[in-house]
């Protein structure tokens, strides 16, 4: 076949639409709600070939309006996760022998239908599914998905231009082989786009994928599979399988062609797959690539010179933005006494304004949390807060109500002591803990950012002073995979700010940076010799 260097095209990142009063893309998006709420649909498994109605169904609803049916999911059991598995190693030697550009023709395709005719209808059924507002939707579901998808394009080709030196008479090259075996990508529910670029970017490398996503994702990732199918993704490349984690795990973490792992959840599921790959490290083919990005406690530390009203704004946007249920979330804040009285104001203020609904109604800046379980612990917190007013006061916030959806009042509480338990803990919801100190006490302060938690997600400084952020930048350098300066600790955008913590929060493996791809391939160095010798001789055997 003809062959050349291809240049793909060069990645820009997806704009933000607005979806303002007036606007064409709000006038889709209402009616892709509509139609989302209007119909109840089935979602089957993904395997091969096959589209499988397994007769299981549990219901999807929104969280907001939780007794409302959006459809139902077909709930698979251990037989599809070996008919998964085999779907895909049957897929993988074909898959693998591909030319590489048209792997990347399937995914520039996936991330054009999804910035034109599946736009609505991924934003509407994320909306639903997950109870997040338009502006978070399109955040996720649109933008963040098709610059993962068109970056990845990206920086596949440049991985693959990375070449050794050549010598006199030699000819070295690297070629960038997919993993023997398939990939386990198991996927989160609180972004779309996480859930399509964990199977995905493996895939693009030439990998096969057995893919469960979280059952509170299941009904936008049934329209991420639609758009895979229509890309040109072929059958058995990525198996998409909806059975309980301990199912797919028992079957996955013994298999002989188990390669690796691409994961986003929690910190604690992460530990027992570690340990579980360890325990069976005998049995595979070769060492599992192991992929994680898990929990985060994220932080805000603001100096004596910090702007009170930036400050405000970065709290409420980055504490509050969809539920608090961000991986990188403001979880945790530790605010000088002298900007408090200010900044306290300000927060009041702002959320005091802030309405809170079902993501129908656009003017709803706040939504519900995922699920019951999510809502019973949360609240449990907001319990023990009201319960225990000697160590925590809280002033703003700390209602609930689940009778129609699951709602949790954006909430700050002032802690006494900073190892208070909201402090310390991961909740994954519309809490933020503060903490005030003495002015006089930064650097103090700052080794207390760093011991607190476990985690290393995000984490943000705020000051005027260019020395105070100096010393924090060098003084948490390990607290935070992603640190922000006079910014709020959420929204790192693909090919500007790649993603990723250490510690308790992950592999740090960074999505949607070529970091990241080069975990999906396994090189093999060749060397040619042009003019081989044909004698045994070296030079310095001869006689003097």
């Known amino acids: 076949m003809p062959k050349g260097v291809f240049k793909v095209p060069q990645p820009i990142n997806e704009p933000v639409k607005s979806y303002e009063p007036g606007s064409p893309e709000r006038a889709e998006l209402k009616k892709a709600?509509?139609?989302?709420?209007?119909?109840?649909i089935d979602i089957p498994q993904y395997i091969g070939g096959e589209t499988i109605f397994s007769g299981n169904k549990l219901k999807v609803a929104p969280p907001h309006d939780h007794q409302h049916i959006l459809g139902y999911f077909h709930e698979g059991d251990a037989s599809h996760v070996t008919m998964a598995i085999e779907a895909a190693l049957q897929a993988r030697e074909k898959w693998a022998a591909l030319d590489w550009e048209q792997r990347a023709a399937i995914f520039l395709k996936a991330a054009d239908l999804i910035a034109g005719p599946y736009r609505a209808r991924l934003n509407a059924a994320t909306m639903l599914g997950?109870?997040?507002?338009?502006?978070?939707?399109?955040?996720?579901?649109?933008?963040?998905?098709?610059?993962?998808?068109?970056?990845?394009?990206?920086?596949?080709?440049?991985?693959?231009?990375?070449?050794?030196?050549?010598?006199?008479?030699?000819?070295?090259r690297l070629e960038y082989r997919p993993l023997e075996g398939f990939i386990f990508a198991l996927t989160p529910f609180n972004f779309t786009a996480i859930a399509g670029n964990l199977p995905a970017a493996p895939a693009l490398m030439g990998n096969v994928v057995v893919w469960k996503p979280a059952y509170t994702q299941v009904y936008s990732a049934n329209v991420l599979m639609e758009v895979f199918k229509e890309a040109g993704v072929p059958d058995g490349v990525i198996n998409m399988i909806l059975v309980d984690g301990p199912v797919a795990g028992d079957i996955i973490f013994k298999h002989r062609d188990f390669a690796g792992i691409h994961f986003t959840g929690s910190t604690k599921v992460f530990n027992t797959i570690w340990k579980t790959i360890g325990?069976?490290?005998?049995?595979?083919?070769?060492?599992?690539?192991?992929?994680?990005?898990?929990?985060?406690?994220?932080?805000?530390?603001?100096?004596?010179?910090?702007?009170p009203k930036i400050l405000a704004t970065a709290l409420v946007r980055g504490a509050f933005e969809y539920q608090g249920q961000k991986c990188s979330a403001a979880s945790r804040a530790y605010i000088p006494s002298n900007l408090w009285d200010e900044v306290k104001?300000?927060?009041?203020?702002?959320?005091?304004?802030?309405?809170?609904?079902?993501?129908?109604?656009?003017?709803?800046?706040?939504?519900?949390?995922i699920d019951e379980k999510s809502f019973d612990k949360i609240a449990g917190y907001l319990d023990q807060a009201k319960n225990n007013n000697t160590e925590v006061e809280i002033i703003a916030g700390g209602n609930y109500d689940k009778s129609k959806g699951y709602f949790i009042e954006p909430t700050v509480l002032v802690a006494k002591s900073p190892t208070y338990v909201t402090l310390c803990e991961e909740i994954f919801g519309p809490v933020l803990s503060i903490y005030i100190y003495d002015p006089n006490d930064f650097e103090e302060t700052l080794a207390l950012?760093?011991?607190?938690?476990?985690?290393?997600?995000?984490?943000?400084?705020?000051?005027?002073?260019?020395?105070?952020?100096?010393?924090?930048?060098?003084?948490?350098?390990?607290?935070?995979?992603?640190?922000?300066?006079?910014?709020k600790p959420t929204g790192a955008v693909v090919g500007q700010q790649p993603f990723g913590g250490a510690r308790a929060s992950g592999t740090n493996d960074k999505a949607g940076s070529i970091l990241n791809l080069i975990r999906w391939v396994s090189p093999r160095t060749i060397k040619e010799t042009l003019v081989a010798p044909k004698s045994y001789k070296y030079p310095f055997l001869g006689e003097p």
Not at 33 to 40: F, H, N, P, V, Y
């Open 130 to 172: 997950q109870s997040k507002n338009a502006y978070q939707a399109e955040i996720d579901s649109a933008c963040e998905i098709i610059d993962f998808l068109r970056f990845n394009v990206k920086y596949m080709t440049d991985l693959y231009s990375q070449q050794p030196d050549s010598s006199p008479g030699v000819w070295n």
């Open 449 to 487: 950012v760093d011991s607190t938690s476990p985690y290393a997600l995000t984490g943000s400084i705020f000051a005027q002073d260019r020395y105070a952020i100096e010393l924090a930048t060098a003084r948490l350098v390990n607290a935070a995979g992603n640190f922000y300066i006079n910014d």
């Open 279 to 307: 325990e069976n490290i005998a049995n595979y083919r070769s060492f599992p690539r192991i992929v994680g990005e898990t929990g985060g406690k994220d932080f805000v530390i603001a100096h004596s010179s910090a702007d």
């Open 33 to 40: 709600l509509e139609t989302g709420r209007s119909q109840k």
């Open 345 to 369: 104001e300000l927060m009041v203020s702002d959320l005091a304004e802030i309405k809170m609904g079902g993501v129908e109604d656009f003017s709803n800046f706040v939504n519900a949390v």
